[in-house]
């Protein structure tokens, strides 16, 4: 399964026309959880195979349009607020972080 996950991953990474890839998407097709698809992918992470990225939702839950994309956990702002929405972020809630993938070269 491990390697399943390893090809789909790194297909989606290298791919011209998809920008990036969340890991339910590659749980969801190859019928493993979460945990167990998120390990694959920090294994490629480190081995330099494809990129992390932290994505910053809106803190609106009728909302969650993307505010932020950030190499490091570090780089995002202390505030926010959403252009779409109007909602003003005093603090960052890291429910609303999520881990997106994408090809180291991107
Ligand atoms: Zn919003």
Do not use: W
């Amino acid at each position: 399964m491990q390697h399943l996950i390893r090809e789909k991953a790194l297909k989606l990474a290298n791919s011209k026309v998809v920008k990036g890839f969340y890991p339910t998407l590659i749980a969801m097709q190859t019928k493993t959880t979460i945990q167990e698809t998120e390990e694959v992918l920090e294994q490629l992470v480190a081995e330099g195979e494809i990129k992390r990225k932290h994505q910053l939702l809106c803190h609106n839950d009728n909302c969650l349009r993307q505010l932020d994309m950030v190499n490091n956990i570090e780089d995002l702002k202390s505030e926010y607020s959403c252009d779409f929405c109007g909602e003003e972020m005093e603090e960052v809630l890291p429910e609303y972080i999520r881990h997106f993938y994408t090809g180291k070269d991107k």
